[in-house]
T-cell receptor, first 110, second 114 residues
């Protein structure tokens, strides 16, 4: 499976957009980009996933570069409840496992 | 609240005890998973069940014994655990099929081995 690289930590002011980057330069054509987050003392929460096109749902937007080597998760208006560890995961089309990396610890401040 | 329910939320057991963790989902998912998460580490896959049959065992010690009695339930039987097995045990479920199937997680059972 392709590896991902994320910054270990980021800060964001409440109400501003949080842009979380992820590098996956070895991604292959049949691998999806998934984003999960884990709030303290809870299980991982699915946010969004995509293959080639940008995706948007009620939680976030996922921007994937044209060469698919990197992506950005955008939380448009961060709140304090968005403070969590965010995991970017590359998952093969035929695979079951989610191989979590170290993630980015996002702190949203008042 | 999640759609995957895990019980108990907390469990303390001695090394000679036998206990079971339970996971239940009613989303019609036919793939179910156990993950283990140590403190300040990411979750790691332990087992995968597909259509109630074990399809992946990530070289987990035999003191962990999974069971999938039906399409909604997943158990993890524990026996003779070691202190290093203390961790958060997470259950997840998804539709079977290709990688375009998100996994949905419960909030886990926090296990402490004395």
């Amino acid at each position: 499976d392709a590896k991902t690289t994320q910054p270990p930590s980021m800060d964001c002011a409440e109400g501003r957009a949080a842009n979380l980057p992820c590098n996956h330069s070895t991604i292959s054509g049949n691998e999806y980009v998934y984003w999960y987050r884990q709030i303290h003392s809870q299980g991982p929460q699915y946010i969004i996933h995509g293959l080639k096109n940008n995706e948007t749902n009620e939680m976030a937007s996922l921007i994937i570069t044209e060469d698919r080597k990197s992506s950005t998760l955008i939380l448009p208006h961060a709140t304090l409840r968005d403070t969590a560890v965010y995991y970017c995961i590359v998952r093969p089309n035929s695979g079951y496992a989610l191989n979590f990396g170290k993630g980015t610890s996002l702190l949203v401040t008042p | 609240d999640t759609e995957v329910t895990q019980t108990p939320k907390h469990l303390v057991m001695g090394m000679t005890n036998k206990k079971s963790l339970k996971c239940e989902q009613h989303m019609g998912h036919r793939a179910m998973y156990w993950y283990k998460q140590k403190a300040k580490k990411p979750p790691e896959l332990m087992f995968v069940y597909s259509y109630e049959k074990l399809s992946i065992n990530e070289s987990v010690p035999s003191r962990f014994s999974p069971e999938c009695p039906n399409s909604s339930l997943l158990n993890l039987h524990l026996h003779a655990l070691q202190p290093e097995d203390s961790a958060l045990y997470l259950c997840a479920s998804s539709q079977v099929g290709q990688g375009n199937r998100p996994q949905h997680f419960g909030d886990g059972t926090r296990l402490s081995i004395l």
